[in-house]
């Protein structure tokens, strides 16, 4: 593919614009279809433009669409180019009609999961972004011990988004994610800082010491005390 060497195995579609210098090479077990196709039949339907942006992004840059995940789809496509190979061989009235139809129809087909491709990858990158937002937040504000519903106020999305997003990125729930914070810098302070279990507990912004006891202990098994114990004996 121009001076780059590509290598793929099946099943797979390898789109390629007309101007783009390429060859293939085909292993003595491979099998499968080259269909080419007129640029104006591609980039224009019924003599105008409305449609062409439709197939555009297949020819943008030169494509690997792997179809392995995509079985359904892979017997239609064959399907297709096996009835264009059948009106080829035994040409009927509106022939070149048909080839252009069927042409057509198994590029719809890729477009439609190239878009498909596109829109989840975009949506990816938002997630990340957001779920990013939020981990920045926790750690500014965990001390604070904000509900889930400020943080989506913040964020200007409802509760139950961003605790799907956590739970999708990370395996827990929001609260459960900012709760793990908190007790990541208790356990940080029982182990770094002389003060007592008290100091700790209204640093980070406990009203009950002993309510922070109870939680730690639910989070990690033994007490404050327990905790910076064991720690010191380390």
């Known amino acids: ?95 070149a009609l048909m080839l252009e139809w069927l042409a057509r129809s198994v590029m719809l087909l890729l477009a439609r999961l190239e878009a498909d491709h596109r829109s989840a990858e975009l949506s990816g990158r938002g997630e990340f972004e957001l779920f990013s937002r939020f981990r ?13 519903g400020v943080y989506a106020d913040k964020l200007r999305v409802t509760s139950s988004r961003l605790n799907r997003l956590c739970l999708k990125l990370s395996g827990q729930s929001a609260f459960d994610f900012a709760q793990q914070r908190l007790i990541l810098e208790a356990c940080r302070k029982l182990t770094y800082v002389p003060s007592g279990v008290a100091t700790i507990a209204y640093e980070l912004g406990f009203q009950d010491p002993a309510y922070f006891s109870r939680l730690f202990k639910r989070h990690m098994g033994i007490t404050p005390k327990q905790y910076r114990r064991t720690n010191m004996l380390e």
């Open 1 to 95: 593919m121009e001076d780059e060497l590509w290598e793929h195995d099946g099943p797979v579609v390898i789109t390629i614009h007309p101007s783009v210098v390429h060859g293939f090479d085909f292993s003595e077990e491979a099998v499968g279809f080259v269909l080419t196709v007129d640029p104006h039949i591609v980039f224009s339907l019924g003599g105008g433009d409305a449609h062409s942006d439709i197939f555009s992004p297949l020819f943008l840059r030169p494509m690997a669409i792997d179809l392995a995940r995509e079985p359904e789809l892979r017997e239609r496509m064959e399907a297709m180019l096996r009835l264009l190979i059948a009106e080829s061989a035994a040409p009927r009235t509106g022939h």
């Open 136 to 148: 920045t937040l926790v750690e500014a504000h965990f001390k604070e011990q904000w509900q889930v």
